[in-house]
């Protein structure tokens, strides 16, 4: 949610760290901030592996993808077959 809107969002963020968190220790920002962006990254990390399986096991079972690859290698237009 925001609680409020800045002309100048930049000036508006260093006066916000100077004011609440320049006083505290880098590294344990630094931790906080890892900490803050775990669930994030597992996410990420989550929906990367599905898609990842879903381009091995589907998208790369297709004549398309196959000829779509070798046309590349062998640098030729690719002859789509819509399969």
């Not at 990390?45 to 990842?52: N, P, Q, W």
Request: cysteine-free; overall charge negative.
């Amino acid at each position: 949610l925001v609680d409020q809107v800045d002309e100048d969002p930049e000036a508006a963020a260093l006066t916000y760290f100077d004011q609440h968190l320049a006083a505290h220790s880098a590294s344990t920002l630094r931790f906080a901030v890892v900490a803050a962006r775990e669930e994030y990254r597992e996410r990420v990390i989550a929906k990367l592996d599905r898609v990842e399986t879903l381009y091995l096991s589907e998208l790369m079972a297709t004549h398309d993808a196959v000829e779509g690859l070798t046309a590349f290698l062998e640098k030729r237009p690719a002859r789509w077959t819509n399969q």
